[in-house]
């Protein structure tokens, strides 16, 4: 996608579906937010809605309501279901490298990551492809991964 193209918190798009992936992550980042303030404003508003006034008072139990433990049980299973069936998608577009894909392989180490080219070419933490190739990237890891 175009949009986050140029977006200064993502690296260079390097591949035809980084715009994909920016995008379903860019979703999930903006629900999650949403999600969060809202909450944290719910939460302060009836902190302060239903402070106890005095020791000796105590609040009436309220009521349940059936309709809206519905509504917040569906909505956040139909925004899972979106960004699930979003994220099969992006996946399924990622998953089969085409036929004549050249094979680099990615090794990742705790603090780096170590390429090796088809040629036998080795590159560490940055990798170089021809523009315009496809190409299949095989990765493994020798420790935690924290690059």
Known sequence: MEIFKNFPLFPDQASTVAGQVDALYFFALLVSAFFSLLIAALLLFFAVKYKRRSEDEYGVPEKTSTPLEITWSVI????????????????????????????????????????????????????????????KLTMTSEDVIHS
């Open 76 to 135: 956040p299973l139909i925004i899972t279901l979106v960004i699930f069936v979003w994220g099969v998608h992006v996946f399924i577009a990622v998953r089969t490298p085409p036929a004549d894909a050249a094979e680099y392989y990615a090794v990742g180490k705790q603090w780096m990551w170590k390429f090796q080219h088809p040629a036998g070419n080795r590159e560490i933490n940055d990798l170089h492809v021809p523009v315009g190739q496809p190409i």
